[in-house]
């Protein structure tokens, strides 16, 4: 039987450190190995062969290539069975934005026009995804808005969210949302996402209201209240050169104010990429490495900065938390198979990258329900065994092939991959959890 290294090894160096790692998503195996060992590994001289076979860091080509097709099928079953998120966007419109504008457009007959909308799509949900398990994301825009007729629509996705038994959960600026959690609580909420960027400062400065009113002090009261009422929340922050520096201060207001400390609070970091429309702004921008490559310093410096949000660093944290590896990623990207979005408008996308996009609906749900089947397989089709340059990528299985909408922005294909730099982020994270493992045992 002839052995070689495996397709799916993953070895680089830890960061600040000498050693270097060995990981491999499909034998679900990681070490960490000294320089000698790793050379060795590498340049295929080591004398271990029967440990390195019983990892499978070295392999039968043929009975990993058996290994990796059960996997897939595995992997095909299980999401067969996943919970399906279901996005619906009442409007687009927000009151970070233009809210005078957005209240004049509506009158009585808009909101009629709203119901029969909302009626619809819960129909179709109720029909269409029949049998399987689901939950409804309500985003925009901002979802929450002030104004009367607003809360007639949310008061009646509520009502209908109910009477199929679906929990909800919400996506807004949390500027009006002391006002909403009466409301909210008559529903099953499983979360509200909140986006502060920093303290009051930094976040005011980024997030004003249109006509520059500040909006920190409502959010703060939001989450405060939000918590209060034994709702989930789920605080995000949009990361980019000019407010990362203010995290560990974030992070200190989280911990003050008790949310940290609150099994309902959780955080999410996003990276700000939109606004690469604007030369002016592309320089605050990180690409992803980067962006994590500055987080990982901070947090050396700034050790709260993990009291609020401990980054995943590709499979790191899943690592150190679990002590084992989490199963092969063979598609990142969950569009059109666990992931749909739907509009006010009647019309259906992939996801909310897609959402309200030109010339990306893929269907309509309202006034009658039609789907464009070649646009959806293609969606449906898209993971590592579909996209060329995954077939012989070694990151593959840590990576799923990324962002399908990303991957179509850059190359016009959806079948075309977003590389996501699996490696680096190994490469950081596994230092930060497992170098800081080590220092508190020797403590
Ligand atoms: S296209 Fe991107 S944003 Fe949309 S579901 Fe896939 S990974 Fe998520
Ligand atoms: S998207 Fe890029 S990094 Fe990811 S598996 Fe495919 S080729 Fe590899």
């Avoid at 076979?53 to 039968?60: F, M, Q, T």
């Avoid at 970070?96 to 909308?117: H, L, R, S, T, W």
């Avoid at 049998?131 to 008061?155: A, C, H, Q």
Wanted: glycine residues 8%; charged residues 25%; proline residues 5%.
């Amino acid at each position: 039987m002839k052995m070689e290294l495996s397709k799916h090894n993953i070895i680089s160096k830890i960061k600040d450190s000498e050693d270097y790692f060995i990981v491999n998503p499909l034998s679900r195996n990681a070490d960490i190995l000294d320089p000698e060992t790793a050379e060795a590994i590498l340049s295929g001289t080591s004398a271990n062969i029967d440990e390195l076979a019983g990892k499978g860091y070295l392999v039968d080509p043929a009975e990993e290539e058996k290994r990796f097709r059960a996997e897939y099928l595995d992997f095909l079953d299980s999401r067969e069975d996943d919970e399906i998120q279901i996005f619906y966007a009442p409007t687009y419109a927000c009151n970070f934005n233009c809210p005078y504008c957005y209240q004049e457009g509506y009158d009585k007959e808009k909101m009629q026009q709203d119901e029969a909308v909302i009626k619809a799509f819960f129909n179709y949900v109720e029909t269409e995804f029949a049998g399987k398990r689901k939950y409804i994301t309500v985003f925009g825009g901002e979802p929450l808005l002030p104004d009367t007729i607003t809360r007639k629509k949310i008061g009646l996705i509520i009502d209908e969210a109910n009477r199929l038994g679906l929990s909800l959960a919400f996506v807004t600026n949390g500027y009006s949302l002391v006002s909403y959690i009466p409301m909210l609580k008559g529903g099953s909420i499983r979360e509200v996402q909140i986006t502060l960027d920093g303290p009051a400062e930094i976040h005011n400065s980024r997030r004003p209201l249109q006509g520059g009113g500040e909006t920190f002090d409502e959010i703060v009261a939001g989450i405060d209240a939000a918590l209060e009422a034994g709702l989930a929340v789920n605080l995000r922050a949009v990361i980019d050169k000019e407010n990362l520096p203010s995290l560990p201060e974030l992070a200190r207001i989280a911990v003050e104010r008790g949310w940290t400390s609150n099994p309902l609070f959780k955080t999410q970091l996003g990276r700000n990429y939109e606004l690469h429309y604007c030369q002016e702004n592309a320089v605050r921008l990180y690409d992803r490495l980067s962006m994590y490559e500055a987080l990982y310093s901070l947090i050396k410096e700034h050790p709260v900065v993990t009291e609020f949000h401990r980054p995943a660093f590709s499979i790191s944290r899943f690592l150190f938390d679990n002590g084992e590896m989490p199963d092969p990623l063979f598609d990142s990207c969950p569009g059109c198979k666990t992931e749909w979005a739907f509009d006010y408008s009647g019309r259906i996308f992939s996801c909310t990258a897609t959402v309200g996009k030109p010339g990306e609906s893929l269907g309509t749900f309202y006034p009658q329900k039609t789907l464009v089947q070649d646009a959806v397989e293609a969606w449906q089709d898209r993971d590592v065994t579909t996209i060329p340059e995954c077939k012989t990528c070694n990151l593959r299985l840590a990576c799923g092939g990324g962002c399908a909408s990303a991957a179509k922005n850059k190359s016009g294909e959806i079948n075309s991959p977003d590389c996501r730099p699996v490696d680096g982020l190994m490469s950081l994270g596994l230092s930060l959890y497992f170098g800081n493992a080590e220092e508190s045992t020797a403590e």
